[in-house]
C-alpha cells in the first residue's frame, strides 16, 4: 500500500471514529470538526488527533463543555483548533 493510500485510509477510519463516540453530542462536535480538518492536517496532527481520539468520553465532554480544564500534557494544536472551531476558546 502507498502511503497515500494509508493516509486516506487512516483519514477515513478517524473520520468513522469521530462520528461514533458513543453519545450524540460528542459525535457531533467532533464528527463535524473531523469532517472540516482531517484533510488538511499534516502527519503530526494526524497522531495528535488519533491520540486525542484514545481519550475517555466524559473526560473529552468534560473538556469540551468547560466543565473540567485540559490537562496542560493534553493541550496541544488539535485541542485548540478543535475549540476554534466550535468557538468554544
Partial sequence: ?????DRE???K???F?????GTQELD?????????HLESMDDGQLERFE????????????WLVRRLPVPDEDRNDI?????????LS
Fill in 28 to 36: 457531533l462536535l467532533i464528527g463535524r470538526f473531523a469532517d472540516a
Fill in 51 to 62: 491520540a486525542f481520539m484514545e481519550r475517555p468520553d466524559p473526560e473529552v465532554h468534560g
Fill in 13 to 15: 477510519r478517524l473520520r
Fill in 9 to 11: 485510509h487512516k483519514i
Fill in 17 to 21: 471514529r469521530a462520528w461514533h463516540r
Fill in 79 to 87: 485541542i485548540d483548533l478543535i475549540f476554534e472551531f466550535h468557538k
Fill in 1 to 5: 500500500m502507498t502511503a497515500m493510500m
